[in-house]
């Protein structure tokens, strides 16, 4: 009996092998060209089978017999195919397949707007933010990966570029020039971007050598449009640190469009990784809409608004952070009674009238509006006690407190409240002549400012009042003021682009002058720009640029105001030189396209504002007392890594310092003997040396609606000093900045495939849900430091870390 089933057994699992081996469908798939095209999914429709083609667009299937299977070929750059295919017992059927490329996917590097090639600026795929895994969801995001910029901050939409400060970089939406919240001084408080992801159709950006119709700023420019709508749709996504809802639409004669956004968020839920234990509640909130009317084939107005409501409420309970070294290992512990609450109110409207006088000739006028109301108010006492911990590792007791080393409290008040205005009217045109383009445009503004300062700090430190004198109670930190300015600013620019053929080799210039008058100070500056791309007729193609020009940043208000809260009325221009060469090269590897961009640069600096960075807050001097410089490389590789999905890999390597046109100071030898040295040339608070930002998308082989998307920022130490001081050293620096993001998303609704009416998914566009998890490593990145005091009067720059491992979840849907 025992033979019988072995030989049942044996015949039953040979004629599977035969009946598997025998009913076979395979065959190539390749592009309109005849190209064999690799890692094409091919699968059955209506089942969990399936394959995918090799390098030679070779694929198999084992089927059954005399059954009607629907076999669906798909990827992510060519467009979807169904055949149906019947196979009989034994059968060997071979199908071969020429696939189409999707018209509506658009490659950065295969399709292009040749004259942004030719500039500083970079395209960005706008659609990458959705799927980009990033804890504080701004598009800023994106731009913190590329070369030349810098971010040690998760929760902020801030960023440094090649040196500069979060106050240098110019941003644009609709060609309306977008402004901050002053009094912010924590990623914390900051909430959204203005920009809205959703409605967003284009993103430009340059690191430095700019044309002269951007505007006073000294370090970069991002360059955003909106979305013109020719349908209805929109967008819903959700997850744990908020909502968002994007309506647009269009009406049937297609002369009115608009698209809405509504945004709500809150950090509450990354906060609570924070060393301070407490009560976190932020909440923010804006609309925003961009409305447009085609009043004939000529003339177009249009509306951009936007209001935003962030508030920001904090109860500190405690914290405790082991801090030293393995020798001198230490520990503080702060208990906290008080509050802070933090509003911050902004509202920002432009209308825009364009009219085309022909084909070649285009008038715009903007008059725009930006209103900011905001409020930071404070009371905080912070106890402190510094203990040293038991480091021997054959004690009992390793690792717990076995002597105080220092006590001491914090008092901090704050009642700051600032409301400005800014109002602006201008004029742009265009004229396209020949080879030519000219660009122009003139801008009158009108600022207005009050602010009202009442901010101190007071440090008991083992029964001493800091600073300590023997008769009265001095505030280590006190500021009271009550500022209020109104100016005007003007300016205008001038530019021209024009094409050489130089023996068959293409010249492209740039040319431009931009001029600007602030009647605050009477300071009157021309700035000079030109810009040159150099494409030479090999079969290779790179373009060579080289731009220059001159750069200057009128002092803001907060550039103005001194530490003690004084205005300086004789302030003037910071100022740069920039001098930026570049390549453009775009290659295939692989088979697949790819882009290296490189550039070097060296900044002249003048009449610099010296400043701190406390978190996000930079705390400027208030007068013009420094020059530097600041010179580096950059490099940028994009492309398809894996075929279908573009990643990038960016490196910079920067050095920016200043020297204090006073730059002396008394120092006292091992004889107790003074003497007068000057210092030279220090590091800038934002000489963060080595930079590298990795954006990097995977699927899974044979089935793209499984991705991974991975965020990879490392950024060498920033330097940092002692509270009221400005002295900083190489030698002190923070711990580098390391942060890891990754993202796992599937596929609900492909967009293009249809389902039928009455299931759910029809009227649905496009859907996915991802899974991200922010900080994989769990590294504490430093952003501050907490000074406290020993009974000895040493003083210890305690770290004070950025959020910690968490967890999202993230549903976006289209329709």
Same mark, same amino acid.
């Given at each position: 009996?025992?033979?019988?089933?072995?030989?049942?057994?044996?015949?039953?699992?040979?004629?599977? @092998?035969?009946?598997?081996?025998?009913?076979?469908?395979?065959?190539?798939?390749?592009?309109?060209?005849?190209?064999?095209?690799?890692?094409?999914?091919?699968?059955?429709?209506?089942?969990?089978?399936?394959?995918?083609?090799?390098?030679?667009?070779?694929?198999?299937?084992?089927?059954?017999?005399?059954?009607?299977?629907?076999?669906?070929?798909?990827?992510?750059?060519?467009?979807?195919?169904?055949?149906?295919?019947?196979?009989?017992?034994?059968?060997?059927?071979?199908?071969?397949?020429?696939?189409? +490329?999707?018209?509506?996917?658009?490659?950065?590097?295969?399709?292009?707007?040749?004259?942004?090639?030719?500039?500083?600026?970079?395209?960005?795929?706008?659609?990458?933010?959705?799927?980009?895994?990033?804890?504080?969801?701004?598009?800023?995001?994106?731009?913190?990966?590329?070369?030349?910029?810098?971010?040690?901050?998760?929760?902020?939409?801030?960023?440094?570029?090649?040196?500069?400060?979060? #106050?240098?970089?110019?941003?644009?939406?609709?060609?309306?020039? $977008?402004?901050?919240?002053?009094?912010?001084?924590?990623?914390?408080?900051?909430?959204?971007?203005?920009?809205?992801?959703?409605?967003?159709?284009?993103?430009?950006?340059?690191?430095?050598?700019?044309?002269?119709?951007?505007?006073?700023?000294?370090?970069?420019?991002?360059?955003?449009?909106?979305?013109?709508?020719?349908?209805?749709?929109?967008?819903?996504?959700?997850?744990?640190?908020?909502?968002?809802?994007?309506?647009?639409?269009?009406?049937?004669?297609?002369?009115?469009?608009?698209?809405?956004?509504?945004?709500?968020?809150?950090?509450?839920?990354?906060?609570?990784?924070?060393?301070?234990?407490?009560?976190?509640?932020?909440?923010?909130?804006?609309?925003?809409?961009?409305? $447009?009317?085609?009043?004939?084939?000529?003339?177009?107005?249009?509306?951009?608004?936007?209001?935003?409501?962030?508030?920001?409420?904090?109860?500190?309970?405690?914290?405790?952070?082991?801090?030293?070294?393995?020798?001198?290992?230490?520990?503080?512990?702060?208990?906290?009674?008080?509050?802070?609450?933090?509003?911050?109110?902004?509202?920002?409207?432009?209308?825009?009238?364009?009219?085309?006088?022909?084909?070649?000739?285009?008038?715009?006028?903007?008059?725009?509006?930006?209103?900011?109301?905001?409020?930071?108010?404070?009371?905080?006492?912070?106890?402190? %006690?510094?203990?040293?911990?038991?480091?021997?590792?054959?004690?009992?007791?390793?690792?717990?407190?076995?002597?105080?080393?220092?006590?001491?409290?914090?008092?901090?008040?704050?009642?700051? *409240?600032?409301?400005?205005?800014?109002?602006?009217?201008?004029?742009?045109?265009?004229?396209?002549?020949?080879?030519?383009?000219?660009?122009?445009?003139?801008?009158?503004?009108?600022?207005?400012?009050?602010?009202?300062?009442?901010? %101190?700090?007071?440090?008991?430190?083992?029964?001493?009042?800091?600073?300590?004198?023997?008769?009265?109670?001095?505030?280590?930190?006190?500021?009271?003021?009550?500022?209020?300015?109104?100016?005007?600013? *003007?300016?205008?620019?001038?530019?021209?682009?024009?094409?050489?053929?130089?023996?068959?080799?293409?010249?492209?210039?740039?040319?431009?002058?931009?001029?600007? *008058?602030?009647?605050?100070?009477?300071?009157?500056?021309?700035?000079?720009?030109?810009?040159?791309?150099?494409?030479?007729?090999?079969?290779?193609?790179?373009?060579?640029?080289?731009?220059?020009? &001159?750069?200057?940043?009128?002092?803001?208000?907060?550039?103005?105001?001194?530490?003690?809260?004084?205005?300086?009325?004789?302030?003037?221009?910071?100022?740069?030189?920039?001098?930026?060469?570049?390549? #453009?090269? @775009?290659?295939?590897?692989?088979?697949?396209?790819?882009?290296?961009?490189?550039?070097?640069?060296?900044?002249?600096?003048?009449?610099?504002?010296?400043?701190?960075?406390?978190?996000?807050? $930079?705390?400027?001097?208030?007068? @013009?007392?420094?020059?530097? &410089?600041?010179?580096?490389?950059?490099?940028?590789?994009?492309?398809?890594?894996?075929? +279908?999905?573009?990643?990038?890999?960016?490196?910079?390597?920067?050095?920016?310092?200043?020297?204090?046109?006073?730059?002396?100071?008394?120092?006292?030898?091992?004889?107790?003997?003074?003497?007068?040295?000057?210092?030279?040339?220090?590091?800038?608070? =934002?000489?963060?040396?080595?930079?590298?930002?990795?954006?990097?998308?995977?699927?899974?082989?044979?089935?793209?609606?499984?991705?991974?998307?991975?965020?990879?920022?490392?950024?060498? +130490?920033?330097?940092?000093?002692?509270?009221?001081?400005?002295?900083? =050293?190489?030698?002190?620096?923070?711990?580098?900045?390391?942060?890891?993001?990754?993202?796992?998303?599937?596929?609900?609704?492909?967009?293009?495939?249809?389902?039928?009416?009455?299931?759910?998914?029809?009227?649905?566009? #496009?859907? %996915?849900?991802?899974?991200?998890?922010?900080?994989?490593?769990?590294?504490?990145?430093?952003?501050?430091?907490? %000074?406290?005091?020993?009974?000895?009067?040493?003083?210890?720059?305690?770290?004070?870390?950025?959020?910690?491992?968490?967890?999202?979840?993230?549903? $976006?849907?289209?329709?």
């Amino acid at each position: 009996m025992t033979k019988q089933i072995t030989v049942l057994i044996t015949i039953l699992l040979l004629s599977i @092998n035969i009946y598997a081996q025998n009913t076979l469908l395979s065959g190539t798939v390749t592009d309109n060209n005849g190209k064999p095209l690799e890692l094409i999914n091919v699968s059955v429709k209506g089942s969990t089978k399936g394959t995918s083609t090799n390098g030679k667009g070779y694929f198999e299937l084992k089927l059954k017999p005399d059954i009607q299977y629907t076999i669906v070929f798909s990827s992510i750059t060519h467009q979807t195919t169904e055949k149906k295919v019947i196979l009989k017992l034994g059968e060997h059927k071979t199908l071969n397949i020429s696939l189409k +490329g999707k018209s509506e996917q658009i490659a950065s590097i295969k399709i292009e707007d040749k004259q942004i090639r030719k500039s500083t600026l970079t395209r960005l795929d706008p659609k990458i933010m959705s799927v980009i895994p990033e804890a504080s969801g701004n598009i800023e995001a994106i731009i913190k990966t590329l070369p030349g910029v810098s971010s040690n901050n998760e929760l902020s939409s801030q960023y440094s570029v090649r040196g500069g400060n979060f #106050d240098e970089n110019l941003v644009y939406v609709n060609d309306v020039q $977008i402004y901050r919240p002053f009094l912010i001084r924590s990623g914390q408080q900051e909430g959204m971007s203005f920009i809205n992801a959703d409605m967003v159709s284009s993103v430009l950006f340059s690191a430095g050598g700019f044309d002269a119709k951007y505007g006073d700023k000294m370090s970069s420019v991002l360059d955003i449009k909106y979305k013109k709508p020719t349908k209805f749709g929109g967008a819903v996504s959700a997850s744990l640190l908020g909502a968002s809802v994007m309506i647009k639409g269009a009406s049937k004669n297609k002369k009115l469009s608009h698209i809405s956004g509504f945004r709500y968020k809150s950090t509450k839920y990354v906060l609570n990784t924070l060393e301070t234990e407490g009560d976190y509640d932020p909440r923010f909130f804006d609309f925003q809409t961009n409305i $447009i009317y085609k009043i004939d084939k000529k003339n177009e107005i249009s509306f951009l608004g936007n209001y935003a409501d962030n508030e920001y409420k904090f109860i500190p309970q405690d914290r405790t952070t082991k801090f030293g070294t393995i020798n001198e290992a230490l520990e503080l512990k702060m208990y906290y009674d008080g509050q802070e609450l933090d509003a911050f109110k902004t509202m920002t409207g432009a209308f825009t009238f364009t009219h085309k006088v022909n084909e070649d000739l285009k008038l715009k006028f903007i008059t725009s509006a930006f209103v900011t109301d905001e409020r930071e108010t404070f009371d905080i006492q912070s106890q402190y %006690w510094i203990n040293q911990v038991d480091n021997d590792a054959n004690s009992e007791t390793i690792g717990d407190s076995i002597a105080n080393l220092g006590v001491g409290t914090y008092l901090e008040h704050a009642r700051n *409240y600032l409301y400005a205005t800014v109002y602006s009217f201008e004029h742009k045109g265009s004229l396209h002549n020949g080879n030519q383009n000219w660009q122009w445009g003139i801008k009158a503004q009108n600022e207005n400012i009050d602010d009202n300062l009442t901010e %101190w700090t007071m440090i008991d430190s083992a029964g001493y009042s800091l600073p300590y004198t023997d008769s009265i109670v001095q505030m280590n930190v006190y500021v009271r003021a009550k500022n209020a300015i109104s100016s005007m600013r *003007y300016n205008a620019f001038l530019q021209n682009t024009f094409t050489f053929d130089i023996l068959s080799n293409e010249l492209n210039v740039t040319a431009g002058i931009r001029g600007a *008058y602030w009647d605050f100070n009477n300071e009157f500056i021309v700035s000079p720009r030109v810009n040159f791309a150099f494409k030479p007729k090999w079969e290779s193609d790179i373009i060579f640029r080289f731009s220059t020009g &001159y750069y200057y940043q009128p002092p803001f208000y907060k550039e103005m105001r001194s530490r003690e809260g004084v205005l300086n009325k004789n302030i003037k221009s910071q100022k740069s030189i920039h001098f930026v060469l570049g390549s #453009d090269y @775009n290659f295939k590897m692989w088979d697949r396209p790819f882009k290296l961009v490189t550039e070097a640069y060296y900044k002249i600096l003048k009449d610099l504002v010296t400043y701190n960075v406390d978190n996000v807050r $930079i705390l400027y001097s208030g007068k @013009n007392d420094a020059d530097g &410089y600041a010179a580096g490389i950059d490099l940028k590789i994009n492309g398809e890594f894996v075929p +279908g999905v573009d990643s990038w890999f960016s490196l910079s390597v920067m050095r920016t310092q200043e020297k204090l046109w006073d730059d002396r100071r008394i120092i006292k030898d091992e004889d107790g003997n003074l003497h007068e040295i000057h210092v030279g040339y220090m590091p800038r608070p =934002s000489d963060q040396r080595v930079n590298l930002g990795i954006f990097f998308q995977d699927y899974f082989p044979g089935n793209p609606d499984y991705k991974m998307h991975m965020q990879i920022n490392f950024g060498t +130490g920033l330097p940092f000093n002692a509270p009221n001081t400005i002295w900083r =050293s190489d030698d002190v620096r923070m711990k580098s900045y390391q942060r890891v993001d990754l993202g796992f998303s599937k596929v609900i609704k492909r967009a293009g495939k249809e389902y039928p009416k009455g299931h759910f998914l029809h009227y649905i566009s #496009d859907a %996915w849900i991802s899974a991200e998890v922010f900080n994989l490593l769990d590294r504490d990145n430093t952003i501050s430091y907490e %000074w406290v005091t020993d009974y000895q009067g040493r003083q210890y720059g305690v770290e004070n870390s950025l959020t910690g491992r968490r967890i999202n979840v993230k549903l $976006i849907v289209h329709f």
